[in-house]
T-cell receptor, first 115, second 115 residues
Framework: NAGVTQTPKFQVLKTGQSMTLQCAQD?????MSWYRQDPGMGLRLIHYSVGAGITDQGEVPNGYNVSRSTTEDFPLRLLSAAPSQTSVYFC??????????????FGPGTRLTVT | KQEVTQIPAALSVPEGENLVLNCSFTDSAIYNLQWFRQDPGKGLTSLLLIQSSQREQTSGRLNASLDKSSGRSTLYIAASQPGDSATYLCAVRPWGSGNTGKLIFGQGTTLQVKP
């Protein structure tokens, strides 16, 4: 299994541009999430999904959209990039059931800079 | 509001030393607690997951304990090695968030093991 994969690894955007961060998992996990990691702020939840067709907001959803058309994919869209969205973005997925209930697996991250 | 604190923020030890990393949380109503390792510029690697009904989990040289009533968890690393150098993050999944990806993270302890 490849686990949780994210593309791109690095991205530079100009203010106002839009883009999509890709996330995929091959573990058949129902639950997927997006976090951002900022110095001094730790990791914060942006959006999450409990299954295909179901998404909801986390702590810091403004400026981001998500959709979940398949179990495997959970893309994060930046609608109009702002310098405040400069961060490292992590996608994560969770199993359910048994001794590993809700153990979180993280992708390698996308480092985004908005100028 | 659930808050997670990790002390110390940084720790430097000589190789071979046994060490303890601390994590405290303010609300004992948690589903589980997870310890992660993060290497510089990399994603989060899950080390140990402790369900709320468990007291401890072990994996190799790592042992994590959980005391829900006091709101504390410790990560014990035996016979530390330079390869253990990384940031260690503690995260709790609040009770009632079982269907979400929501984890509340501490700020992390950055460990340096000197040869």
């Amino acid at each position: 299994n490849a686990g949780v994969t994210q593309t791109p690894k690095f991205q530079v955007l100009k203010t106002g541009q839009s883009m999509t961060l890709q996330c995929a998992q091959d573990m058949n996990h129902e639950y997927m999430s997006w976090y951002r990691q900022d110095p001094g702020m730790g990791l914060r939840l942006i959006h999450y999904s409990v299954g295909a067709g179901i998404t909801d907001q986390g702590e810091v959803p403004n400026g981001y959209n998500v959709s979940r058309s398949t179990t495997e994919d959970f893309p994060l869209r930046l609608l109009s990039a702002a310098p405040s969205q400069t961060s490292v973005y992590f996608c994560a997925s969770s199993v359910t059931g048994g001794q590993s209930s809700y153990e979180q697996y993280f992708g390698p991250g996308t480092r985004l800079t908005v100028t | 509001k659930q808050e997670v604190t990790q002390i110390p923020a940084a720790l430097s030890v000589p190789e071979g030393e046994n060490l303890v990393l601390n994590c405290s949380f303010t609300d004992s109503a948690i589903y589980n607690l997870q310890w992660f390792r993060q290497d510089p510029g990399k994603g989060l690697t899950s080390l140990l997951l402790i369900q709320s009904s468990q007291r401890e989990q072990t994996s190799g040289r790592l042992n994590a304990s959980l005391d829900k009533s006091s709101g504390r968890s410790t990560l014990y690393i035996a016979a530390s090695q330079p390869g253990d150098s990384a940031t260690y993050l503690c995260a709790v999944r609040p009770w009632g968030s079982g269907n979400t990806g929501k984890l509340i993270f501490g700020q992390g302890t950055t460990l340096q093991v000197k040869p």
